[in-house]
């Protein structure tokens, strides 16, 4: 049956995207890059979770990337804003159903392995997940998966292959390494970090991995990159402050651009 967010996007536009990119902080200026067939403001759909964090503008906007079929949600919603996991989930069992079948995730994230530096980019190899709630909670969605999906390849392992050819061709500074997904909205304590650290993440955030665990689950290909935004709290002597997140951003804007520019080409 369809659900009444499909119902509802379809009475907008039938384009059927194959890609979805979620845009982290600061990173939302991306959907600028596409030849735009539709814009759908997420407080338009019905119950759909809608972003309250600062520069998150909240909209599904779809089109094409030279050629891919591609649908942008410009901002996300995070467990600080108040929604459960569960909710989180909505949005990617929506782009699915819109027929995606690649979802390419970004996020700004705080550096704690000290071989990354502010303006870096990682790609997500692996994932902590143990400090949230699982989107998969409750009953389980039958047509979307399994009870108990594997989580041994999150972050596919072809797709990390070729994405980590492009940033090379291209000469694109990209490390490797281990996110962990925190609730927020606070940012970590030095002790904090220092156990996520021994916990064998390389930066920390508050997004993504209910994404990522939520996709897996309906057996969409998943690849994420973080922004490295800053150094997490206690690695270097410099306090924390969101302006430094969407300076940073910014400043790594065009190669952000050209990076997910040539993953979409690729995929
Ligand atoms: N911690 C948590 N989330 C973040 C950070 C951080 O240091 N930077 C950007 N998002």
Redesign the pocket.
Known sequence: MQSKQISYIRTITDFEPEIAIILG?GLGDFANELKIEAVIDYKDIPDMPVSTAPSHKGRLVFGYLGEKKIVIMQGRVHLYEGYTTQQTALPIRVLRDLGVSTLILT????GINKNLNIGDFMLIKDHISCFIDSPLIGKNEEEYGCRFPDMSNVYDKDLRKAIKKIAYENNICLNEGVYVQ?K?PQ??TPSEIKMLSALGADA???STVAEAITAVHCSMKVCAISMI??M??GIYDTP?SSDD?TQATSKCAPTFSKLINEIVKAI
């Open positions: 902080s996020n700004a994230a705080g925190l927020g940012f970590e920390v955030g508050m935004s800053n997490a709290c924390l997140v």
